[in-house]
């Protein structure tokens, strides 16, 4: 007999129960993916990367499997039992699960025999072999034996109630498993409740006061041991008490107190504090140092530049990763070795000092953000350095250091390869031109969009599918927002338009013929009044290479000439560094232009420009050393009406012609198409 079908909220609750018990923790992911590796050697085998001349082992990512690498280090792959398993002898892997017995006895069987014996010493042990439901991050021995000897001889001592509260700090009264260790949560641990930080980050790895968990999961009979690498200690003060107790935070004590910043470092949360010790402030010139602590939103940016959003404890850091600051930036944090390294350099001088509200690593460099700096700040050695060189040069470094707010358009170092041009006073003038009048970012700029220059200049903004520009110039890299200015890497220097397209050919005296063709065609007008012209103009050399008698048969008809002149002339204004593989373009004539680039030159219709760019009000222009054609005005073609295909072929292939008089389907088909010729003149 059929079973009647479930009800649809039933089936969707026993799909969610199922999702979530398949659902894993990173940690579970990654031992899975180390048991997954291992599995060719045996039954409840995991791969282990262990980092070379060192005893730090780590169960092992996709991604790390195929790197090698912790930390930038190389790893040599070994093969251990997976937690809760050990080998039988004579027999293939570890197919043998650990005894169950207390966690006293567990303690001796993971590796933290050290915890062991001090437990005994304690008077904790009757309370670990006895009957509960407890978990204890267990202290590897590796991790007792790194204390100081005066460390170590202040828990002991003392009638031993020092080393029992600081192995009951590392117990939880009840069972907890790496899927309970959720992260950014805290559990109370059985001394005084004190609370313990648990973070679970991503890549797998887990921390309990940025202790990393190295075996964990052993079962017991009253409870669960995690073996940890380090030995941890109770934690009281906030990120706020741990900043107004170090001497070496006396700058940023003070910095915080002045930006307001007491309040939130003080409140509940998980941070993490990239605190600038007083050496790494007394690296600044004295004159940035000022001006930033002088401005309360330059020094505000700059304290939350060196707050992350999440605590990040150093052993959770196995490779590079970006993380985002309360300021709104990131910041490339990394290791090397047993180094943590911030945008690449090692500048951590101590890190884990572990807070209620998060975690402080000291830094002896301060990290000044974008938002703080001035415009040469922010070109400091940059793609744009030699163009500060430039402006400073001209006499225009006040309006690039002060709360004036403007735009700077700085042409790449590549511009000037063979050295800075001459600055005399028709290049301060450009320079000031470079200059654009109120804070902009690109992502906001529009096509047809005009700024205005501190040179009086007008400048227009032109977007295309794969650039932006402004004139001839196009943005070469992600602009740089700073206090008062933003910085814009451009690909060359502007030329600013001088006049309309007819003045800046009158102007050129390589366009005397141009000029002459377009007046004598009536196209003056056309190219003086206000548009978005490309022009391909030709040369004088283009029309002497012309035959002489073509020449003047073109020069003694207007309305021809004025066709010609057209084609070269499309109403849209390109720009060089708009151009990619191939544009095609309306001519005002009406055929279609193909402006492509090869080998970084520009070509028209297959022809190389001489010169781009050549900037007017009204468009820009290209020279051209050869006068182009239209389509229908080449040679052998006729103007009146496009070549038939068909007519060709009917015309070359005669044996084809002597089958379709044969056959009675096709002659009507070639009998129209021969009188369609004859009617052309193809015969």
């Known amino acids: 007999m059929a079973q009647p079908p479930l009800p649809p909220l039933l089936l969707l609750l026993l799909l969610a129960l199922g999702l979530a018990a398949a659902a894993k923790s990173p940690y579970q992911q990654v031992l899975q993916h180390s048991r997954l590796r291992g599995r060719q050697h045996g039954p409840n085998v995991c791969a282990v990367q262990k980092l070379i001349g060192t005893n730090r082992k780590y169960f092992t990512n996709c991604k790390q499997w195929y790197q090698r690498k912790i930390c930038g280090k190389s790893t040599v792959i070994s093969y251990e039992c997976c937690p809760g398993y050990e080998k039988v002898p004579g027999e293939k892997g570890c197919p043998a699960a650990l005894p169950l017995s207390n966690i006293y006895e567990t303690l001796g069987v993971v590796g933290s025999a050290t915890t062991q014996l001090y437990s005994d010493r304690s008077n904790l042990r009757p309370e670990i072999e006895g009957p509960g439901s407890f978990t204890i991050f267990a202290p590897s021995n590796e991790a007792w034996a790194s204390l100081s000897a005066e460390t170590l001889d202040s828990l002991v001592s003392n009638v031993n109630i020092e080393l029992l509260n600081a192995l009951r700090y590392h117990m939880v009264n009840k069972r907890v498993l790496t899927d309970d260790l959720k992260h950014g949560t805290t559990l109370n641990s059985m001394y005084q409740d004190l609370p313990i930080q648990i973070h679970h980050y991503p890549n797998g790895i887990v921390t309990v006061n940025c202790a990393r968990l190295l075996k ?7 409870g669960v041991v995690h073996v940890i690498d380090k030995v941890i200690a109770t934690t009281t003060n906030s990120i706020q008490q741990i900043i107004e107790t170090e001497d070496s935070l006396e700058t940023l004590r003070a910095a915080v107190a002045a930006s307001d910043l007491n309040s939130l470092l003080e409140s509940e949360g998980q941070y993490t504090l990239l605190a600038p010790t007083n050496e790494a402030f007394e690296k600044i010139p004295r004159e940035t140092l000022n001006r930033i602590l002088g401005d309360p939103e330059a020094l505000r940016d700059l304290l939350n530049h ?3 959003k999440s605590a990040m404890c150093a052993e959770a850091i196995i490779a590079g990763l970006t993380m985002e600051t309360l300021e709104g930036t990131t910041l ?3 290791c090397s070795g047993e180094e943590l390294t911030l945008n690449g350099k090692p500048i951590i001088a101590n890190k884990d000092v572990l807070a209620t509200n998060g975690v402080v690593h000291f830094v002896n460099e301060l990290l000044i953000p974008d938002s703080a700096k001035t415009l040469f700040e922010l070109a400091q050695e940059s793609e744009v350095s030699k163009s500060m060189d430039f402006f400073r040069q001209a006499g225009l470094s006040s309006h690039l250091t002060g709360s004036e707010q403007v735009t700077l358009l700085a042409p790449v170092n590549d511009v000037f390869k063979d050295g800075l041009p001459v600055v005399d006073s028709n290049m301060k003038n450009l320079l000031l031109n470079h200059i654009v009048r109120d804070q902009l970012s690109s992502k906001y700029l529009y096509h047809g969009q005009k700024l205005q220059t501190l040179g009086d200049k007008e400048l227009r903004v032109f977007v295309y599918r794969n650039n932006l520009c402004i004139e001839n110039a196009c943005i070469a890299a992600h602009d740089k927002r700073g206090r008062f200015g933003t910085l814009f890497s451009m690909d060359k220097m502007l030329t600013p338009p001088t006049g309309s397209v007819m003045d800046v050919l009158k102007a050129d005296h390589r366009f005397s013929t141009l000029v002459a063709a377009i007046q004598s065609a009536g196209l003056t007008e056309n190219l003086n009044r206000p548009g ?11 029309f002497r290479a012309m ?3 073509e020449l003047n048969k073109l020069m003694g008809n207007a309305k021809e000439l004025a066709n010609i002149l057209k084609f070269h002339v499309a109403d849209e204004i390109l720009v060089s560094g708009a151009v990619g593989a191939l544009v095609r373009l309306k001519s005002m004539q009406g055929d279609k232009l193909e402006v492509s680039m090869k080998n970084n030159v520009i070509h028209i219709n297959k022809e190389p420009v001489a010169e781009s760019d050549i900037m007017a009000t009204n468009g820009v222009i290209y020279a051209v050393n050869s006068v182009l054609q239209p389509q ?7 103007g009146d009406e496009p070549a038939d295909p068909a007519l060709e072929i009917f015309k070359q292939a005669s044996a084809l012609s002597k089958v379709s008089q044969r056959n009675p389907r096709l002659a009507p088909v070639y009998s129209r198409l021969l009188a369609r010729m004859k009617n052309s003149g193809g015969f």
Do not use: K, M, Y
């Not at 964990?216 to 009253?222: G, I, K, L, Q, V």
């Not at 978005?532 to 283009?542: D, G, L, S, Y």
């Not at 229908?632 to 006729?638: D, T």
């Open 306 to 308: 060196h707050i992350l």
């Open 632 to 638: 229908a005005s080449r040679p052998h073609e006729r």
């Open 332 to 334: 490339d944090v990394g």
């Open 547 to 549: 035959p002489q008698g």
């Open 532 to 542: 978005t012209f490309t022009v391909f103009a030709p040369t004088n050399e283009a």
């Open 216 to 222: 964990a999961d052993h079962h017991a009979t009253n």
